[in-house]
């Protein structure tokens, strides 16, 4: 096959045609600024951005005066987290969280650490998953926001988000939800699962980079946030800023392609994801799924192939754009904080490769995949005495391995 492979799909997304078709004249012909109210350029402008608003709450099932429109996910947790930390410091200053979290979250905590806020971080099982009760322990009187996200970026487990709502409605929390990986791929339905704040971005659901939104819940309860960004009071004064209104008629174009594929979407990447798995385990022993098999993101592989180097392996495949870590961190060579907060050795977490199948990925493109990390992983081992001492039932825990 010619030219690299694209199989990166939880860390960006090309752009659906049919986006791009209701993007284009919103570039030159439509050209108005949505807050212009006093002329049909304006109105114009007002009346795609209302269209896209209606099609994102759509996708989650919100009312459309709830969605917020943001650059993306990263400032949506900004605002949410921040926002929601300062408006409610009176009542507490205590937020819960995971270890397993996307750094936008994490380091939002860390932050908010830094003025005067307490953060429990909670480590999620082997599978990287957490539950209700594990939650509940944590809560305190002065527990003002739990923030889990409904799917993992690095190894696609899926909370249980339904059971994690119903718990923060019990018992007053604001419950935020980072859905920058479910919205679009799976089912989501804002309150069917009691979330009060979830975010999503467009290039994760084949839409712009460079925009995406929060939901605010409006009713029972009514969120308050305090705004981080001051200027014209645009989005209800939540996210002043003059909209980017091509962007968001192509975030909300890709929010309404995903909604109506939704189900044939999460087949055609499942099918690859198993079809790829299948010829992989098939000719490899020592490889490993990392989360949790029976509750992940349809197209998302992640796997650990003992011993081989991450690097080494994605540096003996460049046909295949695939990731190791989170594209976020890639450029670090600490392992995974996702699979060492789930308890995965360092050794298997540095042999982690995400594999991510789309809606443009052909059954072709998942063999070829296949057999090039099989034929890259053979070459890796042969070099590999460690493989060799385990295949001869070695236990190497056990070997004492002296200097001179």
Request: net charge negative; glycine share 10%.
């Amino acid at each position: 096959m010619n030219g690299p492979i694209y199989l990166d799909y939880q860390a960006t997304t090309p752009v659906d045609p049919r986006v791009l078709t209701a993007m284009l004249p919103y570039f030159s012909d439509v050209f108005g600024n949505a807050a212009s109210r006093s002329h049909p350029f304006g109105w114009k402008a007002e009346k795609a951005v209302d269209n896209a608003r209606a099609q994102c709450a759509a996708l989650i099932g919100a009312h459309e005066k709830e969605i917020v429109f943001t650059s993306g996910s990263t400032e949506a947790i900004n605002l949410a987290l921040k926002g929601v930390a300062k408006m409610y410091a009176s009542k507490g200053k205590h937020i819960i969280t995971s270890l397993s979290e996307h750094k936008a979250v994490l380091d939002v905590a860390k932050h908010l650490e830094k003025e005067g806020y307490e953060v429990t971080y909670l480590a999620p099982d082997e599978k990287g998953r957490h539950s209700a009760e594990q939650i509940e322990a944590a809560m305190r009187e002065d527990t003002i926001v739990v923030s889990i996200m409904w799917a993992n970026n690095e190894i696609g487990t899926i909370q249980p988000i339904h059971e994690i709502g119903k718990l923060c409605k019990e018992r007053g929390v604001l419950f935020m939800c980072d859905g920058t990986q479910a919205a679009g791929k799976i089912p989501v339905d804002v309150n069917e699962a009691g979330v009060d704040l979830l975010c999503a971005s467009g290039h994760k659901i084949y839409g712009p980079k460079g925009v995406g939104f929060l939901y605010v819940r409006r009713k029972n309860p009514r969120v308050r946030l305090v705004a981080q960004m001051d200027g014209g009071g645009h989005e209800r004064g939540m996210r002043s800023g003059t909209l980017n209104v091509p962007g968001i008629v192509g975030l909300g174009a890709a929010a309404e392609v995903a909604r109506l594929d939704l189900d044939s979407d999460a087949e055609h990447s499942a099918s690859l994801r198993e079809r790829f798995e299948a010829r992989v385990f098939k000719a490899l022993d020592q490889v490993f799924i990392n989360g949790d098999e029976d509750n992940r993101l349809p197209g998302c592989s992640n796997l650990s192939f003992a011993y081989v180097e991450g690097e080494s392996l994605i540096m003996g495949i460049p046909n295949l754009a695939v990731s190791s870590g989170s594209a976020c961190t890639s450029a670090s060579l600490e392992p995974s904080h996702v699979l060492q907060s789930m308890g995965v050795g360092d050794e298997l977490a540095h042999s982690s490769i995400r594999f991510g199948f789309g809606r443009l990925t052909t059954e072709e493109e998942a063999d070829y995949a296949a057999d090039e990390i099989i034929r890259a992983v053979n070459k890796l081992r042969e070099l590999s005495p460690l493989y060799e001492m385990a295949q001869e039932g070695i236990d190497l825990s056990q070997v004492n391995w002296t200097g001179h």
